[in-house]
């Protein structure tokens, strides 16, 4: 794909093109954590949007898209949100120029085989590519973590989703082979190996796609701010869910709604399994890990209401599989991808099982992905 996209530019555009490799991303615990100061453990994978970009010296940015075919263009002087993908690489733009960092004109190819909705973040894939490529042919000499940060305002700002840092740091930070465990209050990380070889990492594609899916993303993050508020009352010094416990939820229980209950009750587990779950990484204990995998996946279904039947069914056929170690709908949620741990040596059974259930139940074949940590943002000047 490196080399289809580079040859597109130069066909498109007639010069030498800058490469960026941009990762997606998988996340094996840690879900709706980071916008509550908590933790997460994501990693970079082998799916990628690849970008050719070169500078133009215009005020006009051309940008051809392989997977839809269309070049769309967009006045540097006049960058606002605009529907379409393009809105995620405007975002970058604009927040470029909010730092009051220059940006001129370029022309660019960008294609991808991340599946867009899938849970993979595709999106942070698009925008930390672009901060990485846009930082190179500028000089800016911005760290990892500010493009990280640019790419999290972009999203907040154009297309308007509230998200946490998770996406843009794993797209940026990735290391191969390695896990991170990012802690999102104060951006600390860690790397530790994933050296399991007799397992594979494989994301099974439920094909829903909810168009609610963003607008039900943020009212999440307000649920818990909401939850957060009332804890405040009797702890003032409680600044997110991070430094909740059960007992202060249950305090206030008769001020909140079911509901925030439940969403606030799930990210106050899910914080500590990330904790648990890295101890038993660092062991090497699999098995116990997946047990976690399959709690977060309770609480993200029962109680913070982010999977859906399809995602549910998937889970269960892991749930009936011993050679699982575990399974758990990954990433936003609302549809997408589970992420299942499955025994190398039965990788080939279990699709074939997963495929034909799947089909039996929701008349469809789900897309399965066996992935691999790969490094992140990787900018190549040929
Ligand atoms: C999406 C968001 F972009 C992340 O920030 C994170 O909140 C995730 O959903 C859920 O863990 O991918």
Redesign the pocket.
């Known amino acids: 794909m490196i080399q289809t996209t580079k040859e597109k530019f130069i066909q498109q555009f007639g010069k030498e093109p800058l490469i960026i490799v941009s990762p997606g991303r998988i996340?094996l615990i840690g879900?709706?954590?980071?916008?509550n100061d908590g933790f997460?453990l994501p990693a970079a994978i082998d799916k990628k949007i690849v970008y050719a970009i070169a500078l133009n010296g215009t005020r006009q940015c051309n940008v051809h898209a392989v997977f839809t075919g269309e070049t769309v263009s967009f006045d540097l002087d006049r960058v606002h949100p605009t529907p379409g993908w393009i809105n995620y690489l405007m975002g970058v733009v604009f927040q470029l120029q909010e730092r009051g960092l220059s940006v001129t004109g370029f022309d660019c190819v960008i294609a991808g085989d991340i599946p867009v909705g899938a849970g993979m973040?595709s999106s942070?894939a698009v925008e930390g590519g672009l901060v990485a490529g846009l930082d190179h042919l500028f000089q800016y000499g911005l760290g990892r973590m500010d493009m990280a940060l640019i790419g999290q305002k972009a999203e907040h700002t154009f297309p308007g989703?509230k998200?946490?840092?998770?996406?843009q740091f794993a797209n940026l930070h990735g290391k191969k082979d390695q896990v991170m465990r990012l802690d999102c209050r104060d951006l600390s990380f860690e790397y530790f190996p994933f050296d399991f070889p007799a397992y594979k990492i494989v994301l099974c594609n439920s094909m829903v796609h909810h168009s609610l899916a963003s607008s039900e993303?943020n009212v999440r993050r307000q649920q818990c701010e909401e939850g957060v508020k009332a804890i405040q009352t009797l702890h003032p010094d409680v600044r997110s869910l991070r430094d909740a416990s059960f007992a202060m939820l249950d305090e206030v229980k008769s001020q909140l709604s079911p509901q925030v209950y439940d969403r606030c009750a799930y990210v106050i587990a899910e914080i500590q399994r990330v904790q648990d779950a890295t101890e038993l990484l660092k062991k090497g204990d699999l098995q116990q890990f997946g047990q976690l995998m399959y709690a977060t996946h309770e609480g993200l279904s029962k109680l913070y209401e982010v999977s859906c039947p399809e995602l549910d069914f998937l889970v269960s056929l892991a749930q009936e599989r011993e050679e699982v170690a575990g399974a758990r709908v990954m990433?936003?949620g609302f549809g997408g991808c589970t992420i299942n741990l499955v025994k190398e040596e039965k990788v080939a059974d279990y699709i074939t099982f997963i495929q034909s259930r799947y089909e039996a139940e929701y008349g469809k074949v789900p897309e399965v992905y066996v992935t691999t940590i790969q490094d992140g943002v990787s900018v190549w000047q040929h």
């Open positions: 996340n879900e709706h954590t980071d916008y997460v973040s942070a989703v998200c946490g840092i998770m996406d993303y990433g936003g």
